[in-house]
Each structure stands twice: as structure tokens, then as C-alpha cells.
């Protein structure tokens, strides 16, 4: 679409892809887009993209953590976040992941994100509804050469934006904030800072100042997982980066996640993976996730 050549133009900053572009006379300039297949057992550690990104899922599902909050997707879901906002993205266990990646920026025009979004991540579910028809033809155009094409990405994202924009109207709540969002948010907090060790129920209650039949449900609702789960999530996450960045063995990773017995370890890992931490080394060192990032897959 762009007179790139081989340049990734997402790995630049916004400012920096400007002379690659070429036919591009007024944003939104989009760096990126494309319907992604993931393989078994692949996922994107924490990192920062350059770009803003909106990620729909097409198939499957995936648990995606932005700014630190877990958002577990389903076919038709829409995630947007901003530029340099952390984030990763992991497959689950036994459902496939197929997901359309958009990455684009606004060049030196302010993208009012705030405004459209609400500081939101999660835009709604959109199977069956236009966006996922605008989607497509957004790929296909994109593979395309000339600069009706190109016209026809752009003014195709500006409608996706718009409906995203207007779904998050229609789903934001009226009224105050719900009582208990900012306990639920000291809960999660508090689990990230302890999750490498037992953390009770009791703990949480005191934290939060709420029951526990009251707090569960709640933070659910939020996170989008349970905060037992959020924790194991929290341990996967942490194992599979410890794995790949060091040269720890599985015993030493699984005391530095929270597990005395590296049996229990392993079989929590391959419960929630599909794969034992060694094979899982194997099978990125071999080259096939890193392979999947360096060309900017999702």
C-alpha cells in the first residue's frame, strides 16, 4: 500500500514512516493491516507499540493484557489502545486465535482518543455487524496498490473508529462510578504485587473492604477474569518471560512465580498452555514465535 520496501513502518515512530509514505496526503496513516493466524502456543510478551492498535478478533479467542488490566476475547470482540501503552497478547489452550491487526497514527494531528473512547480498551463484541464487513474490505484494500485504494483504507477506518466511537456511548453507564470499582482495582493491585506467593481470600476481603461472594463477581466483571485466576494468569505470564529472557532452570522459575513443588508447576503450566515450560523453550527458540514478531504478526 505504502512505498515502504522492507521497512516496518509500525517499528518507526509515527513521525519517521511520514517519508515512506508517499501517497499518503492526509492521515489517518495506517502502518499495518492484515488477518493474522496465529500457530499453537503462540502469544507477544509485554511491549510497547509506537502506534495506536485496534485488534479484532476473528476466530477463536486470546487474553489480552493493556495497561495492565486482562481483557479474555471472543470472536467479534475489538480491543483500541494507545501509542506506548504496554501490552501483550497470549492464546488459550485449545481454541484457536485468528485475529485483523490495525496499526495507525493521525502524524502531527492529535487523535482524540480520550474523547472517543472514554480511556476505554474494550469497544464491544461486533460479530454479525458492519464493522466486520468494513474490516475486511480495510485488508483487502490494503494489499492493493494505488491511491484509491489507499483513499478507500482510510475513509473505511474513519467509519470503524466512528462505530466504535458510538458503541462505547451507547454501553457507557449513566451516573457515578460503580461504588466498588476503586476496591476492585486495589484487589487487583494487590495481587499483581504478591502473585508469586499464596495469597487467601481473607487477605482480599481485608484489601478491599468487601464480602467475598460480593468482590468475586465484581472483579470478573472488570478484569474479566476471577482473582484466582487473574493470579495463575499472572504466573503463566511471568514464566514464559523468565523462560525467555534467562537462563533460569524450571525449578528456579517455578520458585520465582510462587511454586515450592516444580511438579505442580509444570502441570499447571501445561494445564494452562498446552506445553511443558521445556518444550515451550523449544519451540520459541526455534524460531517460531520470534519469527512471528520480527514480521510484525499478531
Known sequence: MSDSGKVDL???SPQDTIPYMENYHFPPYITLAHTFNAPKGWHIPTRYLKHYALQYVAAGAADYEIGGRVYRTVKGDIVVHRPQESNSIYTIEGQPYVCVSLLFHFGASEFPFEALFAHGH??????DHPVDRLLTQLVTHYQQPGLENLMIC??????VLAHL???KQEQAPSGKQHPGKAKI???KNYIHEHFNRTIQ???????????RSYMIPLFRNTFGLSPMQYQIWLRVKAAKELAIQTEL??????????YADVH???KMFKKKTGHSLTDYCATMTTGVGKLDRSRGSY
Open 185 to 187: 482495582i486495589l484487589v
Open 249 to 258: 532452570s524450571v525449578s528456579e522459575i517455578a520458585d520465582r512465580v510462587g
Open 201 to 211: 481470600f481473607e487477605e482480599l476481603e481485608a484489601v478491599a473492604a468487601l464480602s
Open 10 to 12: 509500525y517499528s518507526l
Open 154 to 159: 482510510q475513509g473505511l477506518l474513519l467509519q
Open 264 to 266: 505442580a508447576f509444570g
Open 122 to 127: 474494550y469497544c464491544g463484541n461486533y460479530a
Open 165 to 167: 466511537s458510538q458503541g
